[in-house]
């Protein structure tokens, strides 16, 4: 396996980390006020980053192998994305933010043209944002065969029924398309039970029924909610590929979208780690810095281990995808998913104990960097279900 950076890979790394540094960083606190003065609207300064991210030509990299994006491969935009990772609103201003990314691969691979016109074109434009509605509150969602939604048809229609939450992006009033998953088929056979259909956010019959904040936090403007469907009903033409193929659809969704999540909390806990590096430097107790306190000097040295680890790791799984597809490279994506969060877990609440009761508030990016990391421990799959399928794809491999 090869990891050495291309040329073109080296330019736009170098222009990303400029970018962060004249335009993301110093406006992290400009978000925030503006932010807080209207809570559910993007602040202006998010349009006024996202024209220069445009105008620069850092827009829409996160697409592989396609007309629409930077036709970069999951290896060469690792290093991009976990740039982009340091900072909670650079996603955004990238045009690579989920769920959008997710949302916008799938309608590429599965999107019919009318639906890549309606849909997928505003959405690399930046001009609307999208949501993805599969888990519910019912079932156990890490099962997707449980989920209860159901799509049915009727005519030139189909009529969609039932309860989603922890629908991401729902909450903010950019939001004008949902992907929803759901079953058109309960008796058929197991993995070609689900569909999934694109169903505008105003279609009568789609109620937000509450917002869902994530540890004390809403996430505005962006926000989760649970969202219910009484009758609703959209064009037969706006089901996704075919009924039949949610399941089929989902797994093709999921493997960018979690090795995205895995690229840029490599980024989240680079910047912990620094955080926690120049605080130390800072400090004195007994005598000392805390950065000549020895056991500082192995929380240190523990998390650039750990960030290490997981980037290599992360890095391998891009190449599998690459290389022989997300299927094959399955349980590479497994492993880094199980990985990933938990080293960011490690490296921040390391970041936290140095920065002392600071690290609690929201003086800093810390405290909100733990939560953001300990719900990827269940979104897109909880460690238990990716756990599951390591094990019994190693077993498969041992021949009695």
């Not at 300064?45 to 970069?72: C, Q, R, T, V």
């Not at 105003?202 to 469907?229: N, Q, S």
């Not at 590096?277 to 750990?306: H, M, N, P, Y």
Request: proline share 5%.
């Amino acid at each position: 396996m090869d990891f050495a950076l291309s040329k073109e890979v080296k330019d736009l790394q170098n222009k990303i980390s400029q970018f962060m540094d004249d335009v993301i960083y110093p406006n992290e606190t400009v978000y925030e006020e503006q932010l807080n003065e209207q809570r559910w609207h993007s602040p202006p300064i998010m349009e006024k980053m996202k024209e220069k991210a445009k105008a620069a030509g850092l827009w829409n990299l996160f697409l592989p192998e396609s007309e629409y994006g930077a036709g970069l491969t999951n290896l060469e935009y690792a290093p991009l994305c976990e740039l982009m990772g340091r900072s909670s609103i650079a996603p955004e201003v990238f045009n690579c933010s989920a769920p959008d990314t997710g949302n916008m691969e799938t309608l590429v691979r599965y999107g019919s043209d009318d639906q890549k016109k309606k849909w997928l074109e505003p959405l690399l434009a930046g001009e609307i944002r999208s949501a993805f509605a599969m888990t519910e509150p019912q079932v156990a969602s890490s099962d997707a065969t449980n989920i209860e939604t159901k799509i049915t048809k009727d005519g030139n229609e189909y009529i969609i029924n039932g309860r989603k939450w922890w629908t991401s992006g729902i909450m903010d009033p950019r939001c004008e398309i949902m992907i929803v998953m759901g079953k058109n088929d309960p008796d058929g056979p197991k993995y070609t039970q689900q569909s999934m259909i694109l169903v505008p956010t105003e279609t009568p019959g789609v109620t937000i029924k509450r917002h869902l904040p994530v540890f004390g936090y809403d996430d505005a403007p962006h926000g989760h909610g649970e969202v219910e469907f009484d009758n609703v009903r959209v064009p037969a033409s706006n089901i996704l590929w075919d009924e039949g193929k949610g399941f089929a659809i989902s797994q093709g969704r999921l493997g960018p979208g979690r090795i995205h999540h895995c690229m840029r909390l490599i980024g989240l806990a680079e910047r912990s780690l620094e955080t926690m590096c120049e605080r130390v430097q800072d400090r004195s107790t007994f005598g000392k810095t805390l950065a000549e306190q020895g056991v500082i000097q192995e929380w240190i040295a523990d998390s650039r281990i750990d960030i290490d680890q997981a980037r290599l790791l992360t890095m391998k799984a891009a190449y599998m995808m690459d290389t022989v597809g997300n299927k094959e490279g399955r349980m590479d994506i497994a492993m880094i998913k199980v990985v990933a969060p938990n080293m960011a877990l490690r490296v921040i609440d390391r970041a936290i104990q140095a920065h002392g009761g600071g690290g609690v508030t929201d003086d800093f990016t810390l405290a909100k960097a733990w939560t953001k990391a300990r719900t990827l421990r269940l979104a897109d799959g909880p460690d238990e279900v990716h756990r599951r399928t390591i094990g019994r794809l190693e077993l498969k491999n041992i021949v009695k």
